[in-house]
Nanobody, 123 residues
């Protein structure tokens, strides 16, 4: 079965850190760019970060500053999103998605989506 599964979300205090994982099964991620997206309650889905396939070029939304870091481990068929200095406004469901080769920035270009992992930043 082809799927992406996110994990690592949870409840964290402001200023804390989390590392999300996106693991593929049923296909190999090494030829895919992988993006992280999030959707907060009552808000539209937004792009967070993306990492391309072979050359691992990374992109980040401006609002993330230098707090988030995306990486990939093709041997583990997994992409990670390390999130630091978390703020309450980072609260959202975080999704990963995969598209062939490079990051297009388009939701519609994604071939596969995960079901999401919730992140809550609250004291």
């Amino acid at each position: 079965q082809v799927q992406l599964v996110e994990s690592g979300g949870g409840l964290v205090q402001p200023g804390g850190s989390l590392r999300l994982s996106c693991t593929a099964s049923g296909f190999s991620l090494d030829m895919y760019a992988v993006g992280w997206f999030r959707q907060a309650p009552g808000k539209e889905r937004e792009a967070v970060s993306c990492i391309s396939s072979s050359d691992a070029i990374t992109t980040y939304a401006d609002s993330m500053g230098d707090r988030f870091f995306i990486s990939r481990d093709n041997l583990k068929n997994t992409v990670y999103l390390a999130m630091n200095s978390l703020k309450p406004e980072d609260t959202a469901v975080y999704y990963c998605a995969a598209e062939r080769i490079s990051c297009s920035g388009s939701f519609d270009a994604m071939d596969y989506w995960g079901k999401g992992t919730p992140v809550t930043v609250s004291s």
